[in-house]
């Protein structure tokens, strides 16, 4: 059930590489710690896991397999997560020199960190093609188990991931602690943070794949 310790050894190599390029998910999780602490990027960054193993989940079971077979759900999923992108980055914008942004406002104020989180790795359509067409590659052939192999390598990339933005964070929060007037001018809290994801979603739009 279990690949051999060559094909892990690949795989933990090529996917520490994959995991150390920034996405959404991982400046996300920078943001929250450059601009609310230490203790909120964690909670962005458990939210980010569980949002990643739920495609995992998916992948496994070959959810992810049927969603991107039919072009109308693959498409309302790109465009909802590209939405939720651009939310997200319009709510940096917005932000107020108090510090409350527009997700803390009125019914948006129970929408945490680690619930956005969440939200950024299940609505992201391109994990699913990522783990569908990586995957595959490190399961060995003549197993009986193929599902069982994806699900743990799954969980393996998943745990990788977590130790890279948990790295990621914690130089953030050193970084933020030196540099606190950079970190809290507008153009790093709210004009560049903004600009990311709505590029993220802008680009998600009109992606080919």
């Known amino acids: 059930m279990i690949p051999s310790m060559e094909t892990l050894l690949v795989f933990i190599i ?19 710690t450059t601009s609310k602490g230490f203790k909120c990027g964690m909670d962005a960054v458990w939210g980010l896991q569980v949002g990643f193993f739920l495609q995992v989940l998916a992948a496994a079971c070959g959810l992810s397999v049927l969603i991107l077979k039919s072009t109308v759900i693959f498409g309302f999923l ?6 939720y992108l651009i939310y997200l980055g319009l709510s940096f914008v917005i932000t107020k020199d108090s510090g409350e942004d527009m997700s803390t406002l009125s019914h948006q104020k129970k ?31 003549a197993s009986r188990t193929p599902i069982a192999q994806i699900f743990l390598l799954g969980i393996l990339f998943s745990l990788l991931g ?8 914690l130089l953030a929060s050193k970084a933020s602690n030196k540099l606190q007037f950079f970190f809290k001018s507008s153009l790093f809290k709210r004009w560049l943070p903004g600009s ?10 009109f992606s080919n794949e």
């Open 162 to 169: 977590t130790a890279v933005c948990i790295f990621y964070i």
């Open 14 to 32: 090529t996917s520490t590489i994959a995991c150390l390029i920034p996405g959404p998910a991982v400046i996300y999780a920078i943001l929250q």
């Open 111 to 141: 929408i945490t960190p680690f619930t956005k989180g969440i939200l950024i790795n299940i609505l992201n359509p391109k994990i699913a093609i990522f783990f569908i067409s990586y995957l595959p590659q490190f399961v060995d052939e």
């Open 78 to 83: 790109k465009i909802i997560g590209a939405a």
């Open 196 to 205: 990311i994801f709505i590029g993220f979603g802008v680009r998600l739009v």
